[in-house]
């Protein structure tokens, strides 16, 4: 295992860390903090089942996190995070590996664009709950300032968009014309999901939809279907 001890940090990148209130940004950061470095292992062990993206997380808060390789007891090759070595004493440098931040104004145009809606699966949501997403992975096609680059997203289908990104094929080749026909970044208008030729509709039913929903199990159990199966059914 890796011999990475605990680190004094500057004020201003201490106070950047305080700043992170999210529970999982939060959590990799404490254990960064205290032990130096984290690595999957000791992140699935505390229940994330996908490391890569809580460390994401960290990243999306503007932190820099650096990727490197360990081994564990068994020795097998495994992931390790750390903050940068060379971290100065004033805030001079651009993040490694972090994204920017939006302007409050920027998500206020997004909402004013599009309403208070997941663009996934039409789930009407407050505004605080919706989550800006670039609609070509960040990792793929890097920060721009358009409005048409992103959307809005509940929390529920932007981890799905995060776990599909991350296992596709493109994930390694990084094509953005790729990312540009794929259901994640165009759910009203795309040529396939995740480079697979596929067709779907995420639904998000709420509120008094509710009871529709509940017309609609009852109607599929009948037919001994699932809801899924019995929509599909219906517009045969």
């Not at 999982?24 to 690595?39: F, S």
């Not at 992931?79 to 805030?91: G, N, R, S, T």
């Not at 009203?188 to 779907?200: D, E, I, K, L, M």
Request: net charge neutral.
């Amino acid at each position: 295992m890796a011999d990475v001890s605990p680190r004094t940090y500057p004020k201003w990148f201490l106070d950047l860390l305080e700043s992170v209130t999210d529970a999982r940004p939060r959590r990799v950061i404490a254990l960064i903090r205290e032990n130096g470095y984290v690595t999957t292992e000791q992140l699935q062990a505390i229940g994330y089942e996908h490391p890569p993206r809580a460390v994401r997380d960290v990243r999306e808060r503007g932190i820099p996190v650096i990727t490197t390789k360990t081994k564990n007891a068994a020795g097998k090759s495994i992931a390790l995070y750390k903050f940068p070595d060379d971290i100065p004493e004033e805030q001079s440098f651009t993040l490694l590996a972090g994204r920017k931040q939006f302007p409050r104004t920027f998500r206020n145009d997004l909402i004013i664009r599009d309403g208070e809606k997941c663009a996934i699966c039409a789930a009407q949501l407050p505004a605080r709950s919706l989550q800006i997403d670039h609609k070509v992975p960040y990792e793929i096609g890097g920060d721009t300032n358009d409005l048409n680059d992103h959307m809005m997203l509940c929390s529920s289908c932007n981890r799905s968009k995060s776990w599909t990104c991350e296992h596709c094929s493109n994930w390694t080749e990084r094509i953005v014309e790729v990312c540009q026909t794929c259901y994640w970044a165009y759910p009203n208008s795309y040529s396939h999901v995740a480079t697979v030729q596929q067709r779907r509709a995420d639904i998000t039913w709420m509120g008094n939809e509710v009871k529709q929903y509940e017309l609609l199990t009852e109607a599929a159990k009948r037919a001994g279907m699932s809801v899924s199966e019995y929509l599909k059914y219906l517009y045969n």
